[in-house]
Structure formats: structure tokens, C-alpha cells
């Protein structure tokens, strides 16, 4: 079974800046694709953006160019750095892995393993 533990999340103001990161952990020899989903309060959850295991990355165009998804294979983790941050931006965050390698898959479905979720809000 693999673990998934994002931490990061907080209160920022708007225009400010957070880096939410993703750990994973219970199968040192998996590889996965990862991405984060967010979800805002009486909404579906929705593809925020991924990264394949050879770090091709792939965004949803409401945070192209804000936000970045790095990896470290070494270190079982992954990261959203989070700039220019606006309020439509508070929501739950969840970090997820796919078996499936090198395609970045934006529906929930193809994801296998999910965090338990962080909570960003942004103030106006």
C-alpha cells in the first residue's frame, strides 16, 4: 500500500505565495505519475496539474504560469510551488499518484492513490 502525505497548506494573502508538498511512502520501488487536485467547497474536485515520472508536466489553464510541479524520485516526493495566488484559489488540495508513468492524466479516476488533503485559502 502506498502512502500519500501533503503538507504546505496555510492562509495567504492575495498575490502571495505557498509550496505545498506531497510524500510518499510504503513501496520504495514504486514509480508513479503524480498530480494535485484541489477542491472547493460543494464542488467536484479538479485536475490542478502533473508530472510524469520523467518530469514532463502538464497544467489546467486556470493556474498556467502561477503555478510549478517539481519531483524528487529519489526522495519519493513531489511539490506545488503556488505564485501569484488569487481567492478562487482557496480550496483543498490533494495530492495523487498514477501507475501509469509518462502521461499525465487530468480525471480522478486514473489515480490510484490520494493524500488526505490541505487546506489553502487565500484572503482578499
Known amino acids: 500500500q502506498v502512502q500519500l502525505v501533503e503538507s504546505g497548506g496555510g492562509l495567504v494573502q492575495a498575490g502571495g505565495s505557498l509550496r505545498l508538498s506531497c510524500a510518499a511512502s510504503?513501496?520504495?520501488?514504486?514509480?508513479?505519475?503524480m498530480a494535485w487536485f484541489r477542491q472547493l467547497q460543494g464542488k467536484e474536485r479538479e485536475f490542478v496539474g502533473g508530472i510524469t515520472w520523467s518530469g514532463s508536466t502538464r497544467y489546467a489553464d486556470s493556474v498556467n504560469g502561477r503555478f510549478t510541479i517539481s519531483r524528487d524520485n529519489g526522495k519519493n516526493t513531489v511539490s506545488l510551488q503556488m505564485n501569484n495566488l488569487k481567492p478562487e484559489d482557496t480550496a483543498v488540495y490533494y495530492c495523487?499518484?498514477?501507475?501509469?508513468?509518462?502521461?499525465?492524466?487530468?480525471?480522478?479516476?486514473?489515480?490510484?492513490?490520494w493524500g488526505q488533503g490541505t487546506q489553502v485559502t487565500v484572503s482578499s
Open positions: 495523487a499518484a498514477d501507475v501509469q508513468l509518462y502521461v499525465v492524466r487530468t480525471l480522478m479516476a486514473a489515480y490510484e492513490y
Open positions: 510504503g513501496r520504495p520501488d514504486s514509480r508513479f505519475a
